[in-house]
C-alpha cells in the first residue's frame, strides 16, 4: 500500500490518496486539487471517503462527483456535510457537498483492492470516523481530526463533545501499534500517541 498526502492551500488539513496497485486509488478527505494530483500520479480515483464533515476535508468532492467519482461518509455526518460546514464561520466560502453512500461503524468497504473498516470516532463532530485500511498486508489508520500527532481535534464547534471524544481515544487505544495519518499535521504512530499524548493518559 502507498499513501500519498496533499496538503492544500490555505487551511492546512491532510487529503490523502492511497493506492494498493498503483492504479487505482481512494481519496481520503478530498482536498480542491485532488484530481490534479491523482492526475499527476497516474491514479484512477475510484471513492472519496470523508473522517467528518468540516469545509477543510471536503473541498475536492464536487469536482470528484462532476468527474463520476463517489462520495462517502458516515451515516450521521452527512447533513453537517451537505449543509453546515462550518466554512462561513471561519470566512471560506461554502463547498458544495452531496453525499452519494453512507456507512455505518463496523462497516468494511472494498475500493481498489483495499478494505477499509469503518470506526464511529465521534468527538470532534458527532459524526467523525477513522478508517483502518488495509492492502497488501498492511494496515494503517486514517484519523481525520479524532487524533493528531501528539494532540486531538478540538471538540467545542457543533456537534462536538469532549466526553464523547476521550471515549473514542479508548476505543482507538485497544488496538496496537499502527502507522497513523492524521487530519492535520505530520503522520505518527499509535503506539507513540498512547505513550506520549496527554489525551490517552
Known amino acids: 500500500m502507498r499513501v500519498f498526502k496533499k496538503i492544500p492551500s490555505g487551511f492546512c488539513a491532510n487529503c490523502y490518496l492511497v493506492t494498493e496497485d498503483g492504479d487505482k486509488a481512494v481519496a481520503i478527505d478530498p482536498s480542491p486539487d485532488v484530481l490534479k494530483e491523482a492526475a499527476r500520479l497516474n491514479l484512477s480515483l475510484q471513492a472519496a471517503l470523508l473522517t467528518h464533515g468540516h469545509f477543510?476535508?471536503?473541498?475536492g468532492c464536487a469536482a470528484l462527483r462532476a468527474a463520476g467519482v463517489p462520495v462517502?461518509?458516515?451515516d450521521v455526518e452527512r447533513s453537517l456535510a451537505?449543509?453546515?460546514t462550518m466554512a462561513r464561520e471561519f470566512g471560506y466560502?461554502?463547498?458544495s457537498v452531496t453525499v452519494d453512500f453512507v456507512f455505518s461503524d463496523g462497516d468494511v468497504l472494498s475500493f481498489a483492492g483495499m478494505t477499509f473498516s469503518v470506526l464511529h470516532t465521534p468527538g470532534h463532530t458527532a459524526g467523525s470516523c477513522c478508517f483502518l485500511t488495509k492492502g497488501g498486508g498492511e494496515e494503517v489508520l486514517f484519523t481525520g481530526d479524532t487524533l493528531?500527532?501528539?494532540d486531538v481535534g478540538r471538540f467545542d464547534?457543533?456537534?462536538g463533545s469532549g466526553a464523547a471524544l476521550m471515549q473514542s481515544l479508548e476505543k482507538?487505544?485497544?488496538f496496537g501499534d499502527l502507522p497513523v495519518y492524521p487530519g492535520h499535521g505530520d503522520d505518527t504512530t499509535l503506539q507513540w500517541e498512547k505513550t506520549h499524548n496527554r489525551y490517552f493518559k
Do not use: M, R, Y
Open 148 to 150: 493528531f500527532k501528539g
Open 72 to 74: 462517502g461518509c458516515l
Open 82 to 84: 451537505e449543509t453546515h
Open 93 to 95: 466560502p461554502e463547498p
Open 56 to 59: 477543510d476535508h471536503v473541498g
Open 157 to 159: 464547534l457543533p456537534t
Open 172 to 174: 482507538l487505544a485497544a
